[in-house]
């Protein structure tokens, strides 16, 4: 496994606390998945954990733990044969063993060469059965590591997810997964299809969400070093407060200032920047990654906060009416709060929410209203709701259709049901 030059210059306490999770995660001998909304940096988090065995081993070692991580891309299969599925896997073992012990490094190499033609599904999977016994022979745990995983599972190969569930009960004590994908599994089209692999996408979840301040300090470091002349601290703080730490947004941010914003105070960088099309992409990409009932509850208590913070302040009989519908509010949506903070679009600090990022938190007010929310059924009136808008204009075979989705929901249906 090579530790290209790219991963040596990550700092080693790097998203230490979400490093910590995965590495107990293995000690433990369980597996699970990383979510975090698009440009958190879920690749180089999962790339990290597979190509700085520097980091990551010492802290198994203290556990008596010996592991080796491989990243294995399902995404870019050159058909969708099982034979070729047992043989990508050969391959990111080959590819990927560097750092691994001479002995076991050779019989990758062996089994590699002897099935990388290989047609034939019983013989690749042969081999793949083989390699794993010899590392459970020298009490070496294997851990796969699968960037996008839900784009995998929208692809529909069960094939393929029942070979994982497979390889993962023949090789229980030692085979473990790392999946990263960009929503929770409940998310996925048909998750049913998955079997019992599903407990494992459902049961332990890391979520990734913006860099804290130190690993966001390091990346501005390390995005501007090539910089005529240093940022100031004030406009670091900046930088922070405009980002909330998110990745994508951090490294926008620096590239603009390295082209154009360097010629601009700092307090004219907030509206500049909400015009620069590649910031604007990724803040619609960040709040695309929501799920409508999050972006319609987020929308929401925007509206209430500022209401609160303009109007109760204005009009100080007002303050407690205002204060009290926003108190409600958090109180009634608490678990959506507490999701947006897990995916890092708002935190709080003690008793009082607010935005992770200003730019997000103004693209957002700039939409007006941004999503429709969660589609939910009355069920006194049988009426059918988005949000707070009853769904009018349908038919009485799509009100039907529509009830009987929402009473079941997240499962496939047949014309027939």
Known sequence: MSTHR????????????????????IIGGVSGTVVGLPGVGKSNFLGFLCYRPDVIRPM????????????????????????????????????????????????????????????DPFLAQSGLRELLTQFRAQHHRVCFVFDRFDLFCETERPHMTDALRGLRDSFKDMLFYVMGMRQEAAYLSNPSALGELYEILDTRVCWLGPFNEADARTAIMQETRFAKFPLSEEMIVLILHLSGGIPALLKAICSWWMTAGHDMVPDSWHDALLQQP???????????????????????????????????????????????????FEKTYVFLMNRLCEKGIVERNTAVWTFSSKLVASFLREMKGYGLGKIWLDEETSDVYQGRRRIEKLSPLEKSILQYLVKFPRIQHTKTD
């Not at 990550?10 to 999770?21: D, G, L, Q």
């Not at 995404?75 to 560097?98: H, K």
């Open 6 to 25: 790219s991963w040596v210059q990550i700092a080693p306490t790097y998203r230490s606390h979400e490093v910590k999770i995965i590495v107990d995660w």
């Open 278 to 328: 590649t910031i604007r992409y990724r803040l619609e990409e960040i709040l695309a990654g929501l799920s409508q009932e999050e972006q319609f509850t987020l929308s929401e208590w925007q509206q209430l906060v500022e209401a609160y913070s303009v109007l109760g302040q204005q009009v100080p009989s007002v303050n407690r009416v205002e204060q009290d519908a926003l108190r409600a």
């Open 60 to 119: 198994l070692a203290a556990h008596d733990v010996e592991a080796t991580l491989i990243p294995i891309d399902l995404n870019n299969l050159p058909d969708d044969s099982n034979a070729t599925f047992y043989r990508v896997i050969l391959r990111s073992f080959y590819e990927n063993c560097e750092h691994i012990d001479p002995s076991l490094k050779q019989v990758i190499n062996s089994i590699y060469r002897e099935n990388k033609a290989a047609r």
